[in-house]
């Protein structure tokens, strides 16, 4: 799907699915929305002392000691309204 297609959520929708209150557990990074709530990982929405419901682009280019690929294995659902474009 081309990204632009993709619905657009706000942070008040994104951090509605942080693991805790819904099903749906999602991360945002670089602009898109990540749907992780299949990862083992990121049960409950905590990952390595992160959080999901969030943007988290800083914290993947600085804290992690992966890269984006680890992305690769989940669906984008959307694309954050007013994102983040670098981690910098
Ligand atoms: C202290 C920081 C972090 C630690 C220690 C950490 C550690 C790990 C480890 C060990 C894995 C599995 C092995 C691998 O793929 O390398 C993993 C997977 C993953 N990490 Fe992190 N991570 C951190 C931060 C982050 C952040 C900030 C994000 C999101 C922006 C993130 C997103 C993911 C995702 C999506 C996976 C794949 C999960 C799966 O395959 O089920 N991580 N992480």
Redesign the pocket.
């Known amino acids: 799907m081309v990204n632009e297609m993709l619905p657009e959520y706000t942070r008040a929708q994104l951090a509605l699915r942080n693991g805790q209150d819904r099903d749906e557990i999602w991360?945002?990074?670089l602009g898109l929305v990540?749907d992780?709530s299949?990862?083992?990982?990121?049960r409950r929405g905590n990952?390595?002392?992160?959080w999901a419901g969030q943007d988290?682009?800083k914290?993947?280019q600085h804290?992690?000691?992966?890269t984006?690929?680890?992305?690769d294995?989940?669906p984008v659902i959307g694309r954050l309204k007013d994102p983040l474009l670098s981690g910098c």
């Open positions: 991360v945002a990074y990540y992780v299949r990862s083992r990982l990121w990952h390595y002392e992160h988290l682009t914290e993947l804290d992690a000691p992966h984006e690929h680890v992305f294995n989940f």
